[in-house]
């Protein structure tokens, strides 16, 4: 697929034509799974890390997987394990990875906008797996094709997300994904769970 990007940084600066090439390209590769091999060749001789800076086990998995059902090379890095144990900036692994001339860098990070300021130092395609409270995309982009499977349609439903839509980086995604794909999206939560911004967004809103 062909992306005005390289990078996956946040729902947020996608517009309605790239999420559903998101969507079509997931269609296109769902089948390998059921597959007695499966294995494509679509990343053959790309070098894909996985930097998760903040705990994970399905995210982590997912990606770890499906880099090598695609053929790439994998190179998982996990805060315990690494000189971030010891005080090294992400900045400084930046470097390192640059050093490596890796294709992409898979980064889960607790501070909001980390998948931005790595893409700033690094020429590695950057996929934002989580970035403290600002977004998730991907598991935006997977929500979004579930509901497309299960209803066949996103276009005029009408979907509530419900609880601490202050703190959670997939609410955001979400938010931005279901309503650029044309969703009526109302978020219910006390004041308290709400974002501060939330009236700068494009959803109804509901206080419990």
């Known amino acids: 697929m062909k992306n005005k990007t390289k990078h996956l940084l946040g729902i947020e600066y996608l517009d309605k034509e790239d999420i559903e090439q998101y969507l079509d390209t997931a269609e296109s590769l769902e089948e390998v799974s059921a597959r007695d091999i499966k294995k494509v060749p679509t990343l053959r001789g790309k070098t894909i890390v996985t930097l998760f800076l903040e705990p994970s086990t399905r995210t982590k998995t997912s990606f770890e997987l499906a880099a090598k059902r695609l053929s790439a090379d994998t190179l998982a890095i996990n805060k315990e394990a690494s000189a971030f144990k010891k005080g090294e900036s992400l900045k400084d692994t930046a470097k390192t990875l640059k050093a490596y001339k890796v294709d992409a860098i898979i980064l889960r990070h607790k501070a909001s906008g980390s998948a931005k300021f790595l893409s700033n130092h690094t020429d590695a395609s950057i996929i934002n797996a989580g970035d403290g409270c600002h977004e998730h995309p991907t598991q935006a982009l997977l929500d979004a094709y579930t509901i497309k499977k299960k209803?066949?349609?996103?276009?005029?439903?009408?979907?509530?997300?419900?609880?601490?839509?202050?703190?959670?980086?997939?609410?955001?995604?979400?938010?931005?994904?279901?309503?650029?794909?044309?969703?009526?999206?109302?978020?219910?939560?006390?004041?308290?769970?709400?974002?501060?911004?939330?009236?700068?967004?494009?959803?109804?809103?509901?206080?419990?």
């Open 151 to 208: 209803f066949g349609r996103i276009k005029d439903l009408n979907i509530a997300i419900i609880g601490d839509i202050a703190h959670s980086r997939v609410a955001r995604s979400n938010i931005f994904c279901l309503t650029k794909l044309g969703a009526n999206v109302k978020v219910i939560a006390p004041p308290t769970l709400m974002p501060v911004d939330i009236e700068k967004l494009p959803v109804k809103v509901a206080y419990s």
